[in-house]
């Protein structure tokens, strides 16, 4: 059976020699991810900073008017500057014989910036409901764990679906996606394993660090931690993309 043998392929991608080359490629595409970052999107994580830190702030003032101010504009404001930074983010991580310089950008955002929207949106809106159900029960359930790893799951198969929209599939490109995330699911589960245990103990070196300076600066240096942290998890789903498109070219064409 495919499914089986694909299952298999995926496991062999967990071995330590694979590992090593899928970090060490994952890690040069991170490295130029940044400088193209920093070169012609600076502004964009400083847009994203200070919306951060203008939504908490009101709410630490005015704790009842951030929903009514969040519902009218800033949220809108907020969740265009996420999607714009992801779609930013998986242009700059995806291989390209293109020059990526600002008309490179600029070509694609034109043409996918909705459906980057939509991702986003709905990545925000399944995280944001798991952390509703956490926080309702105040406790770690079998039912929350399946949740949280359905809902990352998903959030995996929206960058794949990036992707293969970026690569021109059309129509075929969620569908892709899906198959990627099936086809590969040992790979994923494990990686999704593996990455979330390495953000918590990031998270707990943060709190340490980071708990004596004040809440504005706080919030800053969360925001640039958690965009190194994107930008190398969309790297390394950028690597193993390629990979297995290479591998799988004949479900995927």
């Known amino acids: 059976m495919y499914l089986i043998t694909s299952w298999r392929e995926s496991c062999a991608m967990l071995k330590p020699s694979n590992i090593k080359l899928l970090l060490l490629v994952s890690i040069k595409g991170s490295i130029h991810t940044y400088a193209l970052l920093l ?9 994203i900073a200070v919306a951060d830190i203008l939504l908490v702030g009101q709410l630490l003032v005015e704790p009842a008017a951030v929903f009514y101010y969040a519902s009218i504009w800033w949220l809108y404001i907020y969740f265009v500057f996420k999607a714009l930074l992801w779609l930013v983010i998986c242009l700059c991580a995806r291989s390209s014989i293109k020059n990526k310089n600002m008309n490179y950008f600029l070509t694609y955002i034109s043409r996918f910036f909705v459906a980057a929207l939509l991702g986003c949106l709905l990545i925000f809106c399944l995280l944001g409901l798991l952390a509703a159900w956490v926080l309702s029960f105040w406790r770690l359930e079998p039912t929350t764990i399946s949740l949280l790893g359905i809902s990352y799951l998903l959030a995996y198969c929206i960058v794949i679906w990036n992707f293969f929209l970026l690569d021109g599939f059309g129509i075929k490109a969620f569908r892709n996606a899906v198959y990627m995330v099936v086809l590969n699911l040992p790979f994923m589960v494990v990686s999704f394993i593996l990455f979330n245990i390495f953000i918590q103990m990031t998270k ?7 708990q004596p300076l004040p809440w504005s600066i706080q919030l800053v240096v969360s925001d640039a ?11 390394i789903i950028s690597t193993f993309y390629i990979k297995r498109v290479h591998d799988q070219f004949p479900v995927f064409g």
């Open 39 to 47: 070169k012609y999107w600076w502004w964009l994580f400083v847009s």
């Open 204 to 210: 707990i070196l943060l709190i340490y660090l980071v």
């Open 225 to 235: 931690l958690l965009l190194v942290l994107y930008v190398v998890l969309i790297n």
